[in-house]
């Protein structure tokens, strides 16, 4: 058995500081890296990428929705071709930074708000998925378990990455819990440790409300805001291991 463990890196901006991603960086094996729309600014586009070649670790794309001051966790009345137009710059502008290091873009997934709307929505699915496509139908297109994310971009073509989540918890429809409840996050590290164990060996998690829902879990993602994101990764990682899970980068 295997599996990727990815987390959402270069989210700083300016002189604003947010994660821990150098220490992070190092034991992950994939980095889902901000394009600047949702958080993220040129600077750290550059360094981010620098140190995921550096550490030989699959760099991805994550663009989200175009609202700094929510950080893409706000729905946006978006047109499925405005979708795919912010999607598409925003693979042009982390691929630049690849292309000055010598660096290949191996993936793409969504960010937040797009991400959620994406999984509900039909046409924003097939938007996002269509856009990655144009752009490279090599990537490997990162999405919900699921969800129309996964099965849009199936359709289209793509290889897809099934995405479960370490730090959160799911609706019995195998959505995530909404971050305006209070529960909608896992903070405590064995909580999460044994929910991962659980989704990459039974493919099944337990939903809020006790049921249990199946699962596929291809990538592990661990938010790198979060303030237990280092720990929660590093645990996550040992713990795999114990369990004869090997850790890869996705397409590897």
Excluded at 69 to 79: A, C, E, P, T, V
Excluded at 156 to 175: M, P
């Amino acid at each position: 058995m295997k599996v990727d463990l990815n987390c959402d890196l270069g989210e700083s901006f300016g002189n604003y500081k947010i994660g821990n991603d150098e220490n992070i960086i190092p034991v992950i094996t994939s980095a889902n890296i901000a394009c600047g729309f949702h958080a993220g600014d040129a600077q750290v586009m550059k360094n981010t990428v620098k140190l995921a070649q550096e550490n030989n670790i699959g760099i991805g794309a994550h663009p989200g929705l175009p609202d700094l001051q929510g950080f893409g966790r706000r729905n946006m009345d978006l047109s499925p071709q405005e979708i795919y137009d912010i999607v598409v710059y925003q693979l042009g502008a982390i691929n630049g930074f690849c292309a000055i290091h010598n660096a290949k873009l191996n993936h793409v997934k969504p960010h937040g708000a797009l991400y959620q709307m994406g999984a509900r929505d039909e046409e924003i699915a097939h938007a996002i998925a269509q856009a990655v496509h144009d752009f490279d139908p090599s990537l490997i297109f990162v999405g919900l378990s699921n969800t129309l994310l996964i099965s849009k971009a199936q359709e289209i073509g793509l290889q897809t990455a099934s995405e479960v989540f370490a730090d959160r918890r799911y609706e019995a429809n195998g959505q995530l819990v909404s971050r305006k409840e209070s529960d909608a996050l896992i903070t405590d590290t064995e909580e999460a440790i044994s929910q991962v164990v659980s989704m990459v060996k039974n493919q099944q998690v337990t939903a809020k409300n006790g049921e249990k829902i199946s699962i596929q879990a291809d990538t592990i993602c661990v938010h790198g805001d979060g303030a237990h994101a280092f720990e929660f990764v590093s645990q996550i990682r040992e713990r795999l291991s114990k369990e004869g899970i090997s850790i890869s980068t996705l397409g590897g």
